[in-house]
T-cell receptor, first 112, second 113 residues
């Protein structure tokens, strides 16, 4: 059974600080996604990681993938209040169907 | 439209009633997915459509749940004889197919009284 674990579940941090969210998954997959969700809103795609060692960056967010360790990280650099949201990782399974198993989500609160 | 459109945005109904939720995917996207987001279970896959192929129904929680996709575009998720545990946000997503990134609609918040 494919399981996706995310930690921490809740992260309160100050503006200007750095932190990392971790996403572990239990079986092989060739695609891993990161999504952002604001309260009452839908999921916004941030990154898709396709291969071992893949690294993608957008603004203050950087995502990486280690398929051997079955681990992805989302690193936040010099956090700002606008980054406050819930972040989900999702692992694709089912071959070409690309169904997603989501992690539990990390609620990020950036304090001014 | 520019994005995935879902209706209604909110639905409140009494236990035992049937409900229909609608999803209009991004034009040209051949793959369509339904997911459910609830406090207890997180985000769960329900059903997948790809073009004219038979849908993958492996995530449907019971036979009260069904879905159709007409003409390879609009999809309807139907829940019969609703139960309180069906209360959740139902999200629809579409992608170009072939493993492309899934783009989500704003969801339908379903509340069963």
């Amino acid at each position: 059974e494919l399981k996706v674990e995310q930690n921490p579940l809740f992260l309160s941090m100050q503006e200007g600080k750095n932190y990392t969210i971790y996403c572990n998954y239990s079986t092989t997959s060739d695609r891993l996604y990161w999504y952002r969700q604001d309260p009452g809103k839908s999921l916004e795609s941030l990154f898709v990681l396709l291969s071992n060692g893949a690294v993608k960056q957008e603004g203050r967010l950087m995502a990486s993938l280690d398929t051997k360790a079955r681990l992805s990280t989302l690193h936040i650099t010099a956090a700002v209040h606008d980054l406050s949201a819930t972040y989900f990782c999702a692992v694709a399974y089912g071959g070409a169907t690309n169904k997603l198993i989501f992690g539990t989500g990390t609620l990020l609160a950036v304090q001014p | 439209g520019a994005g995935v459109s879902q209706s209604p945005s909110n639905k409140v109904t009494e236990k035992g009633k049937d409900v229909e939720l609608r999803c209009d995917p991004i034009s040209g996207h051949t793959a369509l997915y339904w997911y459910r987001q609830s406090l207890g279970q997180g985000l769960e896959f329900l059903i997948y459509f790809q073009g004219n192929s038979a849908p993958d129904k492996s995530g449907l929680p019971s036979d009260r749940f069904s879905a159709e996709r007409t003409g390879g575009s609009v999809s309807t998720l139907t829940i019969q004889r609703t139960q309180q545990e069906d209360s959740a946000v139902y999200l629809c997503a579409s992608s170009p197919g072939g493993g492309g990134t899934q783009h989500f609609g704003d969801g339908t918040r379903l509340s069963i009284l």
